[in-house]
């Protein structure tokens, strides 16, 4: 990475380079010194704690949902039971070791999801159709031992996310908080994130280990990639069975409950920083953003005292925002207004000789070019925060919205693709396989999620036979 | 543990055993399947998180403190600069193993404590005095492989905790904070969990390996052993040394910043529990229990619709309390009532006849043994709830305060510390070992911490040299 303080690469040209210059120069995020992990620095962590706020707010309130705590070590042996799941994880999984030989023999996992230790909870607090629905949820980190590249957020040894695990009489109940959950977490994206997002059903070969249907959100990124942003899969009774889930139902016989599960990753705070920011640093939604608003000092020889006496009038006039003067010595006014776009300030207050005068402020809005001269009584910054966002969500919206392009051949799929668009076309699934040669044929550009919200006939992109099914198709994280 | 539904053991006889079945029975906690682990189930994590809720908006605000998040893994190296650090911690390491074998060299420990990875952090940030204080803290799970034998919240291998790191340009402010931070513990203790504690600062031979100071709040469990509730450290500048971090001074000269560290863990959850429950099972401060008014109708054969009609009426007219109605069919108002102070409600009402006749309600505060009848519109549940949180901590404050005892003898202090009391006595302590040795001969009695606000002359009650050091002596967990 170049040393220069602010960014030097290009958001459109070198976007990767581009995303690691703006997480580390506006002090967001640090590599940390085991490859792939991560040092989340209080700007980044506000945000975070922004997410969890309106999750436990609203997500858990609206779905009844309680918050608790489960073991980070996971026995081996649960870890196996669910063979696809044991499958599907077991390149990932990292283990421990102790200095002291405590004689226990079966080996701890280090948790990469938490379905199996959950589920054998289940198995205890179960007994009748009386406790059921059982909802959890449960803020933790997780570690998948990623042999491919990592990347700050969207790909790391160590993560943070929220994991949902619920337990139902019926499949109706549960399906349906599977979705309700999803559009839960596009609402998220939206009032949180700012960030448009598509909804769908993974297909077969993109399912998690030992899921019936899988469910996501995936957004586009500046370099015409997707994103998965979030996934809340039914499970079915698959766990249930090898883990020995039942009830006694209200029939008096036993039966197997129904089981889903969701979560939401530090990834969202990637994928929101690509979104938004630019070639002069952070853009964030201001609601993400704790230090909403600088007051800039444009001082002259003379000038200070009157100067910094006005910049404290309207901090105190601001006081409901918290807002802060750069008043150090030694940094030129140039310089104060860099740094505070380069971090994402929502607002830059620029007062001089002229603003104490006619009793204004010189406003300039982190995504605006244009500066803007208001009187300071008429400032109003709950509205221009609530503006910023709308336009940062439109924007975002324009641009994925643009890129979404139907085609009917495989060499449009191709061609559309590879020119980072999200490509829709009819597309019959049929195993991961498939899936995966459709994938290197089209050279990366594979099945992003089945369309759930339309059906038209058409012929299958890849076999040419009949098919009701619609696919998004792009290149991806 | 008897399979029987309420408690069996007695919490002063058979403390052991009936503070485990208080922490399962009323469904708070159960054991992990990993030996040392444990699944804090929603009522417990409700409590933790009012420990942080009280924790983010009180003490990390006035301490201008941030949170962060920094990595699970801290390479071996790290772990080994600082020589006391890296051997008081040595024999309760654990590290990873991963399926693949990725050529990385170096072993990575599981976070016991993030000291070494967050100093290192400090030596990226750490320009100039301009820079400083910097203050971070950190929610997360750290992992100590335990050999003794593991409790439920108050020894596991794995726990949650805050750890507060800070560096300062002079001693002087880097010691106001580790007092500040300790008094501020006292407060979250009072304030939150109604747990009385003694603060102190450690002798040599108990102090955070790598701490110059290690100051602590200690609480006193029913069956006369000192708890542990808290620590702050001073750390000195070693850590920057051997990390080298440095500064920029005023004086245009390298300068090594002070370092503080201290924590707080869900070993408070197990504190609070212990220190008010009783034999019908759990009791907490209302403010830790989300579920505060369970409303039981007294049913008759007739009864039934005017009953239930008025619980829903009682059940309005408290709506900011979001009182639960136990109308399960099935169980009786005496199980029902006995399974609301099993989990530890706070208020159960009675709705029947006489109830609905005379506009009143039946009701029943957790710590109390009467029931009261009282007119619906002058019930005030939170004059209540007040009321009982302050009880709570009184009644907690005397038994405390009655078991303080001063002695000058070795004789009186072994007897008095073995009979469950903090035991105050004069005492030079030399070093670890000598420490040890004292704590042998008494039979478990060791030296707690050294009282703070409090000098006289007198004679160490394990050397007879002269001694201005007053010492609070107990058993521990």
Known sequence: MKKELGITSDKFKETSEWYEQVCLKSRVADFGDIKGTIVIRPR?????EQVQKYFNDNILTKFNV???????????SFFKKEAEHAKGFAPELA????????????KAIIRPTS??????????????YRDLPIKVNQWANVVRWEVSQTKLFLRGREFLWQEGHCIYKTREECEKDVIGILEAYEDLCKNVLAVPVIKGRKTPGDKFP?????YCIEALMPDGKALQMGTSHYLGQGFMKVFGVKYMGEDEKEHEPHYNSWGVSTRLLGATIMT???????????????????????LKKDNAERVLKYAEEVKKTLSKFNPSIDDREGYSMGFKINDAELVGTPMV??????????KTVTVKIRDEDAKEVVKLKDLDPKSIFAEMHERLYQKAKAFQDERVVEVSTFEELKKQGQAGNFVKAHYLPSD???EESLKAEAGGVGARCIVTDEKSKGKCIYTGKETDIVVYFARNY
């Open 432 to 434: 991961a396989e498939s």
């Open 349 to 358: 207050i620029i007062v001089g000789d002229k603003e104490i005068d006619d």
């Open 210 to 214: 030992g899921a019936v249907d899988t």
């Open 95 to 106: 283990w421990i070791t102790t200095a002291t030989d405590t004689g226990e023999e079966e």
């Open 276 to 298: 938004h920011s630019d070639n002069k640093g952070l853009i964030l939604p201001p609601g993400l953003v704790k230090n909403k608003i600088v007051i800039v000092p444009a």
């Open 66 to 76: 309680d918050n608790c705590y489960f073991p980070l070590f996971i026995p081996e």
């Open 44 to 48: 980044g962590y506000y945000m975070w």
């Open 115 to 128: 379905e199996t230790i959950i589920v054998d909870s289940f198995r205890k607090w179960l007994r009748t």
